[in-house]
């Protein structure tokens, strides 16, 4: 996290031309003054408390009318388990792109996916890249694992306890299965990866989690499992976490292509030259020229994985739908695969950190459960179809930019669609 000698002295010239030392130096210190902007200490979403927060931010009408207008405060009640501190919801644009034909295992048909973001040329791009997908029969999609991990660390005296630790878990598996499985009607345990490093112990749970995203559900049940050891375990560890920053949450990590957080899925398509010149204005041979070029850049500068921007749209996917948008950090993890063919292109992505539900979380929401209904995928049943979805949508957006970059065209999107429009 170094910083360059010459960019840091021009910083420091910068702040000193701007304000005395004596004055940063007062910026930077503490102020004990009584907050007189204190909020209510309840946090739930109450009307009256709602007024509370208001009067504490000083109550800009204008801003009150954006963000708690009739619509929000109708629906106040549906919000009152996804948010504390409730004052009102912020709107995004939400635009169409497709239709996405996916002929998976479980997503099967034309979609038409909501995207909300506010970065335009994004859903021009993903919309582009799906109807060149749906123009040679769609791609394949196939969620090959799942899988939701917690691990927990435990620190002992020395390392022979550590192992005496760990070998008591090992013949004891099946009991803290049961105790992780009481607290859930559909997480299953599935496997158990045993990490020793010195006197630290990292016990990384994996669970499947049926039809939701799953990561509180894994919590809970990683923190009766934590209970059990506590009370069973023939060496009592000093301490512990119910999280030791070892399954990836929320980060990318190298993990990623070790197993699987969430779903694991890939998918391909199979696409003849012409389409490629037709919808992309370049060639096969460019495109794979590209990817063959941004993957040794990718290398060189050190990414996990090796992809164009699949946080682009698995962003815009998970806020319109409802789902945990932080865990875009481990969901944009994956690779790209471009082939020059015989007849075209082949094109594959594979995405082992999927981190989607269809149930639970943000999906019931009005606007998020309406963006799924839109796509037929709400409810019990639909997890792995919208996994497959998401993947689909990945390799639409991938061919779109990375055609975009070969013909030329990548800046000129952004100039026409982003700022000419934004002067206007």
């Known amino acids: 996290m170094a910083t360059d000698h010459a960019q840091a002295n021009a910083w420091l010239r910068q702040l000193l031309a701007e304000h005395s030392a004596e004055s940063l130096h007062a910026r930077l210190s503490a102020d004990h003054t009584p907050s007189d902007r204190r909020l209510p200490l309840n946090p739930r979403t109450l009307e009256r408390l709602v007024e509370r927060r208001w009067q504490a931010t000083g109550n800009d009408s204008d801003a009150r009318a954006q963000l708690l207008d009739d619509k929000t405060v109708a629906d106040m009640g549906a919000y009152e388990a996804n948010?504390?501190?409730?004052?009102?919801t912020v709107k995004l644009?939400?635009?169409?792109?497709?239709?996405?034909?996916?002929?998976?295992?479980?997503?099967?048909?034309?979609?038409?996916?909501?995207?909300?973001?506010?970065?335009a040329a994004l859903v021009a791009s993903y919309s582009r890249g799906a109807q060149l997908i749906t123009a040679v029969g769609g791609c394949t999609a196939m969620v090959i694992d799942e899988g939701v991990s917690r691990a927990p660390g435990f620190a002992f005296d020395n390392?022979?306890?550590?192992?005496?630790?760990?070998?008591?878990?090992l013949q004891s598996l099946d009991a803290l299965r049961a105790a992780g499985e009481a607290t859930t009607r559909h997480g299953r345990l599935r496997n158990l990866r045993v990490t020793i490093e010195g006197n630290h112990v990292y016990l990384n749970f994996e669970f499947s989690t049926g039809e939701a995203?799953?990561?509180?559900?894994?919590?809970?049940?990683?923190?009766?499992?934590?209970?059990y050891v506590m009370a069973n375990a023939p060496v009592t560890p000093r301490y512990h976490f119910v999280e030791?920053?070892?399954?990836g949450d929320k980060k990318a990590s190298a993990q990623s292509f070790i197993g699987v957080?969430?779903?694991?899925?890939t998918a391909e398509v199979h696409i003849p030259g012409e389409h490629v010149r037709k919808a992309l204005h370049t060639t096969p041979e460019a495109m794979v020229d590209y990817w063959?070029?941004?993957?040794m850049g990718g290398v060189m500068s050190g990414t996990i994985g090796v992809h164009g921007h699949y946080a682009n749209g698995l962003a815009a996917l998970y806020i319109a739908c409802g789902q945990d948008a932080a865990c875009v950090a481990e969901s944009a993890v994956g690779v790209t695969r471009f082939e020059q063919t015989d007849t075209g292109l082949y094109a594959a992505v594979t995405l082992p950190n999927l981190m989607v539900g269809t149930i639970g979380g943000g999906t019931s929401l009005p606007s998020q459960n309406a963006c799924l209904?839109?796509?037929?995928?709400?409810?019990?049943?639909?997890?792995?179809?919208?996994?497959?979805?998401?993947?689909?949508?990945?390799?639409?957006?991938?061919?779109?930019?990375?055609?975009?970059?070969?013909s030329g065209h990548f800046s000129r999107a952004h100039e026409v669609l982003a700022r000419v429009r934004n002067n206007t």
């Open 244 to 247: 030791a920053n070892h399954s």
């Open 213 to 227: 995203s799953g990561q509180n559900m894994v919590t809970i049940a990683t923190e009766a499992i934590c209970a």
């Open 93 to 119: 644009p939400v635009g169409l792109a497709g239709p996405l034909r996916v002929n998976g295992l479980f997503a099967q048909g034309d979609y038409h996916v909501p995207l909300a973001t506010s970065e």
């Open 83 to 88: 948010i504390e501190n409730f004052i009102g």
């Open 159 to 169: 390392l022979r306890d550590a192992g005496e630790f760990v070998a008591w878990a």
């Open 373 to 406: 209904r839109l796509l037929g995928l709400d409810g019990p049943g639909s997890a792995h179809a919208l996994a497959e979805v998401a993947a689909a949508l990945s390799l639409a957006g991938e061919l779109s930019i990375i055609g975009a970059l070969c």
């Open 261 to 265: 957080r969430g779903r694991k899925v």
């Open 292 to 295: 063959r070029m941004s993957a």
